[in-house]
Nanobody
Framework: VQLQASGGGLVQTGGSLRLSCTAPGAIFSFASMGWHRQAPGKQRELVATIFSGGATNYADSVKGRFTISRDSAKSTVYLDMNSLKGEDTAVYFC??????????WGQGTLVTVSS
């Protein structure tokens, strides 16, 4: 199963980007969808999660700046990123979690924030 992530790119500090990730409908309907990121030399970290019922949570570092949402009709999860900072530079990955032992990952999309 492959998740298709897109929307990364180069943006200036303070700018905005929207990431998208599409999953197969049969998985999307039941999965918790998340965005993670991995900066150079650092471990992958959870950025935001949206559960199948719509509840969300965020890493403290992005609260108030990033918004995760999901569109069931398109089987797509979004990450709207505003007020971007240099420390947001990373490869962003989406994932779909069905159970604690069954999940799927997308291929990653690079976000570069320049000053």
């Amino acid at each position: 199963v492959q998740l298709q992530a897109s929307g990364g790119g180069l943006v200036q500090t303070g700018g905005s980007l929207r990431l998208s990730c599409t999953a197969p409908g049969a998985i999307f309907s039941f999965a918790s969808m998340g965005w993670h990121r991995q900066a150079p030399g650092k471990q992958r970290e959870l950025v935001a999660t949206i559960f199948s019922g719509g509840a969300t949570n965020y890493a403290d570092s992005v609260k108030g700046r990033f918004t995760i949402s999901r569109d069931s009709a398109k089987s797509t999860v979004y990450l709207d990123m505003n007020s971007l900072k240099g420390e947001d530079t990373a490869v962003y990955f989406c994932n779909a979690v069905l159970t604690p032992t069954r999940g799927f990952w997308g291929q990653g999309t690079l976000v570069t924030v320049s000053s």
